[in-house]
Structures are given as structure tokens and as C-alpha cells.
């Protein structure tokens, strides 16, 4: 079965860092691109960002770019999300996702808050 | 960059069917999407992977009461015979290159 398991979430002040974890399993974790998607409060889907097999290329949506990076551990079927900078606008619900070049987001963890406060 | 439109909300009874719409812009209307559900509280929920002629695949365990089909630049989910845990948001996505986009949600309410 699928499983990816987020973690790592938490209360930190405007202008904290976090870093987010996702333990995947089920599938050849090295054979699929990965993504980060989160919903703030009441809100809908944002994609965050996405990588690649071998971490050569990754990609992030205009406001998290130059504060936000997402990197991943092929040998602990690991995807990371580190988030600098932050923002009381990057407040919400963080879900990790198993996704594919050229194919749609095929399974969701069962995320994890980031809460952005003073 | 593609973009997806969703109406906001869609209302039907028990037993009866209801049918979505998510429709993509006019560059990108031959493009692919999915279906992901939301219930109230919960993760999403891969439904379906649909393509322009309509063709849709199904992801594990989603019932068959959900089915798919297109027409032009529109992509609809189609929920047959409505159950109470039916209930919940629905969102499409499609992706671009190295992008994905999701659309606004239609929240689906079952009477």
C-alpha cells in the first residue's frame, strides 16, 4: 500500500524557519516526482512545490521561491521541505504527495500544520 | 501557466446524480486533469485521472458511482446515486511542465 507520512509541523514566529518530513512506502520511491501542497485555513489547494527523481531539478510556486526549499533522501525514501523566512500567510495544513512527470498528484498524506504566529 | 475554473458549490439529494464541472482555459483546453475529493477535516482524496476524450482512470478503491467525461475545454465528475458521504469538497488539477494548478473547489452538499 502507498503511504506517505508527514511531519515536523509546529507553532514559529514570523520569520522562523521549519522543516518539514515525509516517510514514503509502498512504491520505488527513486521512480517518482514528489510534491508539497498546502491549504491555509477555510482555504483551497496550493501546490508548493515539486522534485524530481534524482533531486536535479525542483520547482516552486512564485511566493515560497528563495525561502522555501524541497529536497528529498532516495536511501531513507525521504522528501523534505525546508521553510525559511516564514510568513503568517504560510500558516496552514502541509501535504506531502506522490505525483509523476505528466501524470496528476495520485496519493496525499494526511498532512501536517504549520502555524505562523507571534 | 494552465488555469482551472470550478463553481463554488452544487447541492443534490440522496439517490439522486450530480455532475461537476472544471473548465480549462482557452490555451490549454486539450490538457489532462484529476479529481480529488475533500471530506470535511480529512486529506484529499485521488479520484480520477481524466483526458480530453473523455477516457478516465480511476484510482484504487474510488467506487463506481464516480465516473468522468469531457467535452471541449470542460472535464465533469458525475456522481451517481449520491450518498451522504459524498459529501465534501471536490477539486480538479492539471500541471504544466513543472507546475500544478488546482482549481477552487465545489462544494458538494448532500440533502
Known amino acids: 500500500e502507498v503511504q506517505v507520512v508527514e511531519s515536523g509541523g509546529g507553532l514559529v514566529q514570523p520569520g522562523g524557519s521549519l522543516r518539514l518530513a515525509c516517510a514514503a512506502s509502498?512504491?520505488?520511491?527513486?521512480?517518482?516526482?514528489m510534491t508539497w501542497v498546502r491549504q491555509a485555513p477555510g482555504k483551497g489547494l496550493e501546490w508548493v512545490a515539486n522534485?524530481?527523481?534524482?533531486?536535479?531539478?525542483?520547482y516552486y510556486v512564485d511566493s515560497v521561491k528563495g525561502r522555501f526549499t524541497i529536497s528529498r533522501d532516495n536511501a531513507k525514501n525521504s522528501l523534505y521541505l525546508q521553510m525559511n523566512s516564514l510568513r503568517v500567510e504560510d500558516t496552514a495544513v502541509y501535504y506531502c504527495?506522490?505525483?509523476?512527470?505528466?501524470?496528476?498528484?495520485?496519493?496525499w498524506g494526511q498532512g501536517t500544520l504549520v502555524t505562523v504566529s507571534s | 501557466q494552465p488555469v482551472v475554473t470550478q463553481s463554488s458549490s452544487a447541492s443534490a439529494s440522496v439517490g439522486s446524480s450530480v455532475k461537476l464541472t472544471c473548465t480549462l482555459d482557452?490555451?490549454?483546453?486539450?490538457?489532462?486533469i484529476a479529481w480529488h475529493q475533500q471530506q470535511p477535516g480529512k486529506a484529499p482524496r485521488y479520484l480520477m485521472r481524466?483526458?480530453?476524450?473523455?477516457?478516465?482512470k480511476k484510482g484504487s478503491g474510488v467506487p463506481d458511482r464516480f465516473s468522468g467525461s469531457s467535452s471541449g475545454a470542460d472535464r465533469f465528475l458525475t456522481i451517481s446515486t449520491l450518498q451522504s458521504e459524498d459529501g465534501a469538497e471536490y477539486y480538479c488539477?492539471?500541471?504544466?511542465?513543472?507546475?500544478?494548478?488546482f482549481g477552487t473547489g465545489t462544494k458538494v452538499t448532500v440533502l
Open positions: 504527495a506522490r505525483s509523476d512527470y505528466g501524470d496528476p498528484i495520485d496519493s
Open positions: 509502498g512504491f520505488t520511491f527513486n521512480t517518482y516526482w
Open positions: 522534485i524530481n527523481q534524482d533531486a536535479s531539478g525542483k
Open positions: 482557452s490555451g490549454h483546453r486539450a490538457y489532462i
Open positions: 481524466l483526458e480530453g476524450s473523455g477516457s478516465y
Open positions: 488539477e492539471t500541471w504544466d511542465s513543472n507546475t500544478r494548478v
